[in-house]
């Protein structure tokens, strides 16, 4: 199979199911971010980070594929042949939160991305989330979407924010809190 197939060379592109849209289309820009979304996590697992977090940023990247395929297929079609994305996905990310939080001194402030190389790769993550997450919603409009995948990239964006905090503790790096001067 050749990676180049030259059917996209005028602009436009296909959905599962064979619909050809326009490359600017809502719907690709959503996947294609999701995708951008998918790379900055694996940028984070390639980090020395435990393995548990590990673990769970491989299974974040799946149920990111997941909703790439979801969101590439017109509602309606052809979902019963795609991988499931359901609330126990949701459930995985708010366990995941709990168990980093309790390890975590409560906030008392916004905090300030950085302080170490991987933490701030965190925060570009969380960005990138909630960019995917607008876009989804506004694609949502006007098209069917599952609400569970909107639920979900919302609970990945805290997950990913709550990360960052965890990963500040691990790698003994200084979290700067947000003082607004007034």
């Keep these: 199979m050749k990676v180049y197939t030259k059917t996209g060379d005028k602009g436009d592109t296909s ?3 064979g619909k050809r849209v326009k490359k600017s289309d809502l719907r690709i820009d959503a996947y294609g971010t999701v995708d951008e979304l998918n790379s900055w996590i694996g940028l984070i697992r390639d980090q020395k980070i435990n393995a548990n977090s590990t673990l769970e940023l491989l299974e974040i990247q799946d149920r990111l594929f997941t909703i790439g395929s979801h969101l590439a297929t017109e509602f309606g079609k052809m979902q019963d042949k795609l991988p499931a994305i359901s ?3 949701i459930e995985y990310l708010e366990r995941a939160i709990d168990r980093m939080d309790e390890a975590l001194a409560p906030m008392t402030s916004f905090v300030l991305p950085g302080g170490h190389t991987t933490i701030s790769y965190c925060h570009l993550a969380r960005c990138v989330c909630r960019r995917t997450e607008r876009l989804v919603v506004a694609l ?4 069917q979407v599952a609400e569970v995948l909107i639920q979900y990239l919302n609970r990945l964006s ?5 990360l960052s905090r965890y ?3 691990e790698l003994k790096a200084t979290e700067t809190p947000w003082k607004a001067r007034i």
Aim: net charge negative; aromatic share 16%.
């Design 140 to 143: 949502s409009i006007d098209q």
């Design 15 to 17: 959905l599962f199911g």
């Design 158 to 162: 805290d997950y990913l924010f709550v």
């Design 87 to 89: 609330n126990l996905d």
């Design 167 to 169: 990963l500040t503790k």
